[in-house]
């Protein structure tokens, strides 16, 4: 057998010996992450193997909507305050936060019909219907709804969290906002309205979008948000409809635990739109537009 070069040793094991590892450190990996509570948060109500993987899938997607609140939340103060730069940045990273929410969709398909109905009961009434980060990210993008927060009355700190973000403007009324400060007319029924009212799309926001697309090269700044802001709804939407099929997929058109009619209640939300004009304005855009 040929002997092997210098340089192309292996061994089994990483030599530590010339690292200077922290062996005793008074702030370790696992307390400043809080491991202990978070890894044993993860209670599944019965021995069926499948529920763990229910239970971390929900917690995963529950953590990656924290990060979105936090960074939508920030990008919306930039753009009020016209730094869109910084915005951008942050409505990049919801937008790669999306796409691992979306690829999670592939890891639960892996359950089966027969293996969810083995620990269904154990879920009682709980639902994601109830997930107030998940409304609250709906009402921050623009989908108002102020049926939605009555689930959350029994707990007033949500509740009042929520009842907050209703009420405040969305991040396209920001947006619109911003346009009407760069000079687009906007009616007082979209720049100064009741924020916790669904947003009703208007003929002059779609007319400002359409100038913008058609003159990138002055309004370069609105062109790249019109597109961030495009790019969080389009993940949104691949996200309900990649729910949808997983739930198609393993409860059919049964009832949801949270007491929608299922698959049925999600199919309309595939219709909303946070940010409207944005999308009808792709239909009226010319050929050439620069
Ligand atoms: C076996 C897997 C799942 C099933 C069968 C399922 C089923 C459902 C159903 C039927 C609904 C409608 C409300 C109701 O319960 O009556 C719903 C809503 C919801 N689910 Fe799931 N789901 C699953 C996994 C997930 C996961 C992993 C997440 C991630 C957080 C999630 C988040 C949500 C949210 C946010 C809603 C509210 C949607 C809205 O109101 O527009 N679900 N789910």
Redesign the pocket.
């Known amino acids: 057998m040929a002997k092997r070069k210098e340089g192309q040793a292996r061994s089994a094991s990483v030599d530590l010996s010339q690292e200077g590892v922290h062996w005793d450190q008074p702030m370790s990996y696992g307390d400043y992450l809080q491991l202990e509570p978070l890894l044993s948060a993860q209670r599944p109500g019965t021995a069926e193997h499948d529920e763990m993987l ?1 239970i971390v ?2 917690q995963v ?2 953590l990656w ?1 924290k990060q979105c609140l936090h960074e939508a939340h920030a990008a919306a103060a930039h753009i009020a305050s016209d730094r869109l730069r910084p915005a951008f940045k942050m409505l990049t990273r919801v937008a790669r936060i999306q796409a691992q ?1 979306i690829n ?2 592939e890891v ?1 398909v892996t ?1 089966t019909p027969a293996d ?1 109905a083995r620990f269904r009961d154990s879920l009682g009434q709980s ?3 109830q ?1 107030f980060q ?2 609250e990210l ?1 009402f921050l993008l623009g989908n108002k709804n102020a049926a ?1 927060i009555e689930v959350h009355r029994r707990h007033p700190e949500r509740y009042r969290r929520l009842s907050e973000v209703l009420h405040a403007p969305s991040l396209y009324d920001i947006s619109l906002q911003l346009l009407a400060r760069r000079g687009f007319a906007l009616p007082d029924s979209v720049v100064a309205r009741d924020w916790s009212e669904p947003y009703r799309p208007c003929d002059e926001v779609e007319q400002a979008w359409a100038d913008i697309y058609r003159d990138t090269g002055r309004y370069w700044e609105l062109y790249e948000l019109a597109e961030k802001l495009v790019d969080t709804e389009y993940h949104f939407h691949q996200w ?1 409809f990649s ?1 949808l099929k ?2 198609e997929r ?2 059919g058109q ?10 049925s ?2 199919a309309k ?1 595939l219709d909303l739109q946070f940010f409207p004009e944005l999308w009808s304005v792709r239909t009226t855009l010319e050929e050439g537009a620069s």
Request: charged content about 15%.
């Open positions: 229910f899938i929900h997607s529950e909507l929410m999670a969709w639960l359950m969810y639902s994601g219907f997930s998940y409304r709906e939605m309900r729910h997983t739930v393993i409860i049964k009832p949801g635990t949270g007491g929608t009619g299922g698959a209640y999600l939300a």
